[in-house]
């Protein structure tokens, strides 16, 4: 077999243990002291989003009206793309608490957030192996 395609199937294998052992461990990671504000600048933009679509949305579900509006917001400018990403997942799982307020504290949400994380930065780990092998044309930072 060739040695390009051993290295190939190598680093894949090394990206998918990591996935694997990240993924079982994700309630050792803990939080971060600004995850519930992330989480709840991702429903602000999630409501923005979904009233431009519907904007009577809010007469049906009283949970949104709970949720203040973006202008509103004090930080409406941070990293708006990967929360409101995140927020829509966790509705879309039924993650989310209708029953509460929208933005309750329920772990389960923390570790949803923490699970798309992990996925994202293995599938940019993929992209970027290949992004280098498309550049260089070698494995030479890739040795063992």
């Known amino acids: 077999m060739n040695l390009l395609i051993i290295k190939k199937k190598l680093f894949l294998i090394i990206i998918l243990s990591s996935f694997l052992i990240n993924s079982f461990n994700l309630k050792d990671y803990g939080y971060a002291w600004d995850d519930y504000l992330m989480r709840y600048t991702g429903f602000v933009n999630l409501k923005y989003i979904i009233k431009k679509i519907n904007p009577n949305i809010e007469e049906k579900y009283d949970s949104l009206k709970k949720i203040q509006n973006l202008n509103e917001w004090r930080d409406k400018y941070y990293g708006p793309s990967f929360e409101t990403t995140a927020a829509a997942i966790e509705i879309l799982t039924n993650n989310f608490e209708t029953n509460k307020s929208s933005y309750s504290n329920n772990s389960n949400n923390y570790y949803l957030r ?19 092998l498309l550049l260089t044309k070698n494995f030479f930072f890739f040795t063992i």
């Not at 699970?115 to 780990?125: D, E, N, Q």
């Open 114 to 132: 923490c699970f798309i994380l992990i996925l994202l930065m293995h599938i940019s780990y993929f992209f970027f192996f290949k992004i280098f």
